[in-house]
């Protein structure tokens, strides 16, 4: 990257990235979700590919975790968009690129990306760099969760109206949070206009992770460790059901790891399939 740019990417962000650019390079069509922007923003070092972490076969149920789940945010973005749902808040928006890709939808809501100051102020300069800009109703939020700044006031200080519903999803990040961090955000959640939806993912236990992949979900516990960033939370899905009723949702769901396999590969014939470990609490208010 050049010298100049503020800030530096996150490192789970950019893996994130890069498997999603892998499932459109290494895996035959059907592509179940598409998004070589990201790959463009992160501009790895030549070789990347070479990386343990972006092995084809080894990490391929990772990668096609990943991509399930993107699948199934933008599904349900693109449903609530239809239905007249104009705000889309993503916490912990990474190097996210609905923006640039689903312009058709994006460009008729406001899209509230929040994420710490230095990798937002970053991808901020990428998106200029790659020739994107950043649109008038993108808004990026820099709030530094470690300062104990309000994500809730940022946004709204941002353009965000309250009043009004909103689609707001939280990807990848309980498992970095304590529980109560989780329970005092979904009790701001719980606040939203009606008519507004949640979607946030949570890791499971690992006696509730397939036996075949818990070598995989150990591996990635160590490397998080490593990193300084390691997993504080896990979740039963009853656990994350209860949790949601508690700060205020009347009617939250759990929507499995194993549903979107279901949903998005079962017609495969290269046995490309999402690990087990992640599953995803969705509520309406």
Excluded at 30 to 36: A, G
């Amino acid at each position: 990257m050049a010298g100049e740019q503020a800030g530096t990417p996150d490192n789970t962000a950019v893996r994130v990235a890069l498997w999603r650019a892998m499932h459109v390079l290494v895996d035959p069509p059907p592509h179940v979700f598409v998004d070589e922007i990201g790959l463009q923003l992160a501009a790895p070092d030549e070789g990347w590919r070479d990386r343990p972490d972006m092995d084809p076969t080894g990490t391929s149920g990772f990668r096609a975790a990943i991509v399930a789940r993107a699948r199934f945010i933008e599904d349900l973005v693109a449903e609530q968009a239809g239905r007249g749902v104009v705000q889309y808040v993503v916490l912990g928006a990474g190097l996210d690129t609905f923006a640039q890709r689903r312009t058709e939808i994006a460009s008729r809501m406001r899209v509230f990306e929040v994420d710490q100051p230095s990798p937002q102020a970053w991808k901020r300069q990428r998106l200029t760099d790659v020739g994107f800009g950043v649109p008038e109703w993108l808004r990026l939020v820099p709030v530094d969760f470690e300062a104990n700044e309000s994500w809730s006031e940022r946004l709204v200080a941002a353009g965000f109206d309250p009043g009004r519903p909103a689609v707001v999803v939280s990807t990848g990040v309980t498992m970095y949070l304590t529980k109560g961090a989780t329970a005092a955000t979904l009790r701001q959640l719980a606040g939203l206009a009606p008519g507004s939806t949640l979607a946030m993912t949570f890791l499971l236990p690992t006696d509730l992770v397939d036996v075949a992949d818990r070598a995989g979900l150990q591996v990635s516990e160590n490397g998080a460790r490593a990193s300084g960033t390691p997993f504080v939370s896990f979740y039963t899905p009853q656990e994350m059901l209860a949790l949601a009723r508690e700060s205020g949702f009347d009617s939250p769901r759990h929507v499995s790891g194993a549903s979107l396999a279901e949903r998005y590969f079962a017609d495969r014939t290269d046995g490309l399939r999402p690990s087990s470990g992640e599953d995803l609490l969705v509520a309406t208010i």
